[in-house]
């Protein structure tokens, strides 16, 4: 049901999106919450960690990302946190609002913030410096091997989007974990730069 991918991250698979859990000693964080099945799934994994889910990240708010924010809420209490932009699509998509509001640079639990507008206005990625890990939400995606752009259709400015993911080449990183395809560990920088290289800017 699920896997770790990294020491203390794990990754839980459901129908065609991940959601990542981060052990942070006493406690678990969660990055998005997949789509309406999922929540089972997390609380399984929570237990079996046996620590609280203390926080939710949100890299953005599309459903597949979003769908068992408020089981999870319900059942855990956990503060929900997203950037500052994406707060009412999280709540047109959820009916709950984020307690607490992410802006570009900060580091929250360990994760630090980079806001990356394009596919939806308040994208974050989310960079672990312990690990150099970066959660990418859905600015790429992986399919057998490769990164590729999220399918145009799904973005509100998918130009937009090509920009950010270049600038991710900017972000000291090894292992890219993104919402769909399977995590890329130790060789992510080099299957962005591929990624960067066939965009045409
Ligand atoms: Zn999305
Ligand atoms: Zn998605």
Redesign the pocket.
């Known amino acids: 049901m699920y896997s770790e991918v990294l020491p203390g991250i794990y990754r839980i698979f459901d129908t065609f999106v991940n959601v990542y859990l981060i052990d942070r000693e006493e406690y678990i964080v969660a990055v998005d919450t997949g789509i309406d099945t999922t929540c089972d799934k997390i609380l399984k994994t929570v237990e079996e960690l046996g620590k609280p889910l203390k926080t939710i990240v949100l890299t953005?708010g599309?459903f597949?990302?979003t769908g068992s924010l408020r089981c999870l809420k319900e059942k855990t209490k956990a503060l929900i946190a997203a950037h500052k932009d994406e707060e009412d699509l999280i709540f047109e998509k959820t009916g709950l609002m984020p307690e607490v509001k992410l802006n570009d640079g900060d580091v929250f639990e360990g994760l630090r913030v980079f806001h990356k507008p394009g596919?939806?206005s308040g994208s974050i990625c989310l960079l672990d410096e312990v690990t150099k890990s970066l959660f990418v939400?859905?600015l790429v995606v992986e399919r057998e091997g490769r990164l590729e752009e999220?399918p145009h259709q799904?973005s509100l400015d998918p130009k937009m989007n090509q920009k950010r993911i270049a600038e991710l080449l900017e972000i000291d990183f090894e292992n890219l974990l993104p919402a769909h395809g399977e995590p890329l560990i130790g060789n992510g920088k080099e299957k962005l730069r591929e990624l960067v290289e066939r965009l045409t800017l």
């Open positions: 953005h599309h597949d990302h596919h939806t939400g859905d999220v799904y």
